[in-house]
């Protein structure tokens, strides 16, 4: 199909034979040109892309991190509820053996 194009258009033309091989030659420098454009271009969004992937697993990696210290963090405050409400129940306890101890005194220095 190419060739009966090229055929058809030698016989349609009034160019000389030199002229249709230059010419030829300008429209395939133009096309390489047009690729070598495309290939750089290509190249630039491939790096683009290997950029933003790398942010991306970077920002992945910094989630990771902070989802662990959130977790350790939870554990920390279960732990420290759990001291605190220990203390105070101890500390009830206490109050409540130091209230019993000062009646149990009263009581018995009334008897004396």
Do not use: C, P
Not at 9 to 27: F, G, M, Q, Y
Not at 57 to 71: G, N, R, W
């Amino acid at each position: 199909m190419i060739k009966a194009t090229v055929f058809q258009d030698l016989s349609n033309t009034s160019l000389s034979k030199e002229e249709i091989v230059r010419k030829a030659w300008e429209v395939r420098d133009s096309a390489v040109k047009r690729k070598n454009s495309a290939e750089i271009e290509l190249a630039k969004e491939r790096i683009a892309g290997m950029q933003i992937n790398s942010q991306l697993l970077e920002a992945i990696q910094q989630k990771v991190e902070l989802s662990q210290q959130l977790e350790q963090w939870q554990v920390s405050q279960t732990n420290l509820q759990k001291t605190v409400k220990e203390l105070y129940s101890l500390a009830g306890n206490q109050t409540w053996i130091s209230l019993k101890t000062k009646r149990v005194a009263k009581f018995e220095v009334g008897f004396a």
